[in-house]
């Protein structure tokens, strides 16, 4: 949690920020969304789809996704897998 608040306070160029603040009402938008999905990535190096940041707008959620394993099944892979098997036939 403190890694992923130390990156909202870099991209948002905040003193401080909750651990339950939402990303949008504190002064992000979709841009420094972007920008904190890259910081993110390289201190986690995990890949987050954007969308999930925009459904995880906490560093408590986001936390916790960074902390699962990585594979673990979130709704969106399972969905990206649904979503294979449709392709394949």
Not at 5 to 14: D, G, N, T
Not at 46 to 75: K, N, Y
Request: aromatic share 6%; glycine share 8%.
């Amino acid at each position: 949690q403190r890694q992923v608040a130390a990156l909202w306070r870099e991209v948002l160029k905040l003193d401080r920020v909750g651990l339950h603040a939402n990303f949008f009402d504190i002064g992000g938008h979709s841009l420094l969304l972007v920008r904190l999905q890259a910081a993110l990535k390289r201190e986690f190096g995990q890949e987050i789809a954007l969308v999930e940041l925009f459904q995880r707008t906490t560093v408590a959620a986001q936390a916790e996704r960074l902390g699962a394993p990585v594979g673990a099944s979130s709704a969106l892979e399972r969905a990206r897998a649904r979503a294979a098997k449709q392709i394949q036939g």
